[in-house]
């Protein structure tokens, strides 16, 4: 029995060599920056903030050999929406403690 022409096991006969994705670990690391933000109150501006900047670069950096990186869309996707709710809880506890400033006790 001859072992020339066989592949070794979980490389794809033909020679094909599935394609490294180079925004991988970015989009990882912001959507664990997006998922961290949305569960971080105030502190959550910043994180949201870098998550949002990984995911943006890891995705242009898969999109630039032709994959698509989940991981960066979601990372995108929770940090924009954790950037918000952040802004929102902001002007939120600053009107009322304006409000409360002012008020006669």
Known sequence: MSYENQTPQGTPPGGY????DPGKSLGI???VCGIASLVIPYGGI??????????VIAKKKSEEVGL??????AGM????IALAWS?????????CA??????PY
């Open 46 to 55: 910043a994180v949201a903030i870098v998550g949002l900047i990984l995911s």
């Open 87 to 95: 802004i929102v809880l902001v002007v939120i506890c600053t009107s």
């Open 17 to 20: 060599q599935p394609q490294d």
């Open 68 to 73: 698509k990186n989940g991981m960066a869309q």
């Open 98 to 103: 304006a409000v409360a400033s002012v008020l």
């Open 77 to 80: 996707v929770c940090s924009i």
């Open 29 to 31: 690391a912001g959507m």
